[in-house]
């Protein structure tokens, strides 16, 4: 429950600034921050809160939480499509983490350059580091970070043409959220959804339903040692499996993930102002989406995609 969740943050805050408790500030605007980037409301006020928090943790020369704040300061640069800022502070974050012995970040840090690497088509890159993530949240025995994890190097995996593995993946993932009562943020919604979509249609709902029970019957590390004799005759060489992929869409007139995001928040008669608010980019990315859109629909009103919208069952 994000907005319990938001209140318990801003109270903590509330009392932390009356103590003049200045780490204690620091902290509770660092995790109030990873709180809206995750459920991506309230994008406007997280830049000031980050920037209040970095300037007290480097007052206090809290190495620990200048890491935390650049991590969730790159995250938010890739959020609104800046990957060169992003990279760099991915990068500070996890030097300034292996020098304190800080894990929970350097997960998050590492994830974000994976994404990155993914923007620039490097997959073999993007597939190391989500593997280098995960081995540090197992590590640090967080489970929450480890179902990330596990669904961020699925994703990969699939990609790479290896959709039984990834779909056992995805599987244990599942099972070990609903073991801990951790549902999947909406930040990383859009993206599963897209990738389990391809793979269900190019494995069918019959293999891609075994595969997926597999999974939830495994543990993380069973299902990380999956890729065997049967999960490989099942599979199609890399190039196959992409093609295939990019020949079924998961979304009609081949929208992509972010895209059907932006029309759904049209449908939902939002401004573009409102759609870069809750999506975490600028304006001006909403409008080159939406110019994408409409071009992609044949269409040029809002009335009109959101008849698509509404015609094709995405809202």
């Known amino acids: 429950d994000y907005t319990e969740g938001r209140k318990l943050f801003e109270e903590n805050l509330a009392r932390q600034r009356e103590l003049g408790n200045k780490r204690g500030i620091a902290f509770s605007l660092c995790n109030f921050v990873l709180m809206l980037l995750a459920s991506q409301h309230d994008a406007a006020m997280v830049r000031p809160l980050l920037e209040e928090s970095l300037a007290l943790f480097r007052e206090i020369g809290d190495k620990w939480g200048v890491a935390s704040d650049f991590m969730l300061l790159g995250q938010l640069a890739f959020q609104q499509d800046d990957v060169i800022t992003a990279r760099s502070l991915a990068e500070e974050s996890v030097r300034l983490c292996k020098e304190v012995g800080h894990g929970w970040d350097a997960c998050q840090a590492l994830t974000i350059l994976a994404k990155v690497a993914e923007t620039q088509h490097d997959q073999l890159t993007a597939r190391t580091l989500y ?16 179902a990330s994890g596990l669904e961020d190097l699925a994703n990969a995996i699939a990609a790479q043409g290896e959709p039984v593995w990834a779909t056992r993946l995805w599987g244990v993932a599942a099972a070990l959220r609903d073991t801990i009562g951790a549902p999947m943020p909406p930040i990383k919604r859009a993206g599963y959804e897209a990738a389990t979509a391809a793979v269900r249609i190019h494995l069918g709902e019959k293999a891609f339903a075994a595969a997926w029970t597999q999974g939830r019957m495994m543990t993380p590390e069973q299902a990380l040692l999956a890729r065997d004799h049967e999960t490989t005759c099942q599979q199609s060489p890399a190039g196959a499996v992409a093609a295939s992929l990019a020949k079924a869409p998961p979304y009609p007139a081949m929208l992509t993930a972010r895209e059907v995001e932006v029309l759904r928040l049209v449908a939902q008669g939002l401004t573009d102002r409102q759609i870069a608010e809750q999506l975490i980019i600028s304006p001006r990315t909403v409008n080159t989406h939406l110019t994408s859109i409409y071009n992609k629909l044949g269409v040029d ?13 995405l809202v």
Do not use: N, P, Y
């Open 131 to 146: 593997q280098e993530s995960l081995d540090l949240a197992r590590a640090v025995g967080d489970k929450v970070l480890i």
């Open 301 to 313: 009103t809002r009335a009109a995609a959101t008849r698509f919208a509404v015609d094709h069952r």
